[in-house]
């Protein structure tokens, strides 16, 4: 499953990194504590935040996630859009909770 | 669905609580690292999925009339932690499987987001 | 107005492990006084939220409860640093949390925001250098 599959079939609004939505993802991690993320979290996953620091950019570059996914309508701060966009990490905002779109996605996932 | 088949679903352990507990009705959840979000959002009746093991997630939950509390990734509270919940009566149950995986596999038993999407939807608005 | 209940409790700065203690001591009050559990939760997250403010920021504070008739109304005073910006810091996301409140899961920036969602008037002013004060209430019947 790539990135432009989970977010045609979910709606979901990519803000930056376009050109690299071939992406296979072959994962999810939800988390919000940074430190929890790098340690836990593999190369590939799909990371389902409320986090919006530019830091997040630098954990998901470290990690070779396939993108990160703001949950509730989070929106990133303009230095990590811009941070996102020099890095290519996918950033994408949706308006679901985390549970849902962590749902969703395993079973996009888990389906396929 | 009852708590009970979600211990069972998530091969989980009931740290905090009496078998009473595994015949209470759960239909919502909400997954959050932080607390703050679970108090802006989560709904009373809820399951409160996390990878926080401090006594400020009872606390939260006991605040909102959560259903259970869900500790992920096969962490166990501290004795205090698991004390209060008891005290205060929030079952508590702890998975091995990450956030992620714990949040899939109850929505694909039909577990729902107890907040589906953002909009006048926080404590109070609705 | 005639109040049916009226206590107050003390906040310690700085004390993160009773953070909590007060809100739901109130939350048992408002349940003993046999209001609705919607208006219990409602007061009960406005007051925690205003328990965690003052533990997170302040060096210490208090929490009034009283009940009327009405409505469910908290009065909370902080000797603290006060806010330079109200208006910044009730904006949802905006935090001046350290790494320590990050890391149980607050200082996301939703507190105050939170907090006025739960009331149905709310009220806030601050004085820099000396401390903030809020007032929160919360009607007992109809929205």
Redesign the interface.
Same mark, same amino acid.
Request: charged share 20%; proline share 0%; glycine share 20%.
């Given at each position: 499953m790539t990135l432009a599959d989970i977010a045609k079939k979910l709606n979901l609004r990519v803000l930056c990194c376009t050109d690299r939505l071939d992406r296979v993802v072959s994962g999810g991690y939800v988390g919000d504590l940074l430190s929890d993320v790098i340690a836990n979290s593999r190369a590939g996953d799909i990371w389902i935040t409320r986090q919006s620091h530019r830091n997040i950019v630098a954990v998901a570059s470290l990690k070779e996630h396939a993108a990160v996914i703001l949950a509730l309508g989070k929106e990133p701060d303009d230095e990590t859009l811009e941070k996102a966009t020099d890095e290519g990490v996918p950033l994408i905002v949706t308006n679901l909770s985390g549970f849902e779109v962590a749902g969703r996605i395993y079973e996009l996932l888990t389906r396929s | 669905m009852k708590l009970g088949d979600v211990i069972e679903i998530l091969e989980a352990k009931l740290l905090a609580g009496n078998e009473r507990h595994r015949s209470l009705d759960v239909k919502t959840a909400f997954s959050a690292d932080l607390m703050s979000d679970v108090l802006a959002f989560a709904k009373a009746g809820s399951l409160i999925l996390t990878g926080l093991t401090t006594s400020q997630v009872v606390r939260t939950a006991s605040i909102l009339d959560a259903a259970a509390i869900i500790i992920v990734r096969g962490k166990i509270p501290a004795e205090e932690t698991l004390k209060l919940a008891e005290e205060l009566g929030i079952p508590l149950i702890s998975t091995r499987y990450i956030l992620f995986e714990t949040s899939g596999r109850l929505y694909a038993n039909g577990i729902v987001g107890c907040v589906e999407k953002i909009g006048g939807t926080a404590n109070g608005a609705s | 107005m005639n109040r049916s209940y009226e206590k107050t409790f003390s906040v310690e700065g700085g004390n *993160? /492990?009773n953070? &909590?203690?007060a809100? !739901?001591e109130i @939350?048992k009050i408002l349940k003993d006084l046999q209001i609705s /559990?919607d208006v219990v939760? @409602?007061a009960? !997250?406005a007051v925690?939220?205003s328990e965690l403010n003052i533990i997170s920021y302040a060096r210490n504070g208090h929490i009034t409860l009283y009940v009327t008739d009405d409505a469910v109304n908290v009065d909370v005073r902080d000797e603290g640093p006060g806010i330079e910006d109200i208006e910044l810091a009730m904006k949802p +996301?905006y935090s001046t949390a350290t790494e320590q409140i990050r890391? #149980? &899961? *607050? +200082?996301? +920036? #939703? +507190?105050l925001?939170?907090i006025k969602?739960?009331?149905d008037r709310f009220e806030i002013s601050s004085t820099v250098g000396e401390g903030t004060h809020l007032s929160i209430k919360i009607n007992r019947n109809g929205q």
């Open positions: - | - | *993160f /492990d953070a &909590g203690m809100s !739901i @939350k /559990d939760r @409602k009960a !997250i925690y939220e +996301g890391q #149980m &899961g *607050f +200082g996301a +920036g #939703m +507190g925001y939170n969602t739960c009331s």
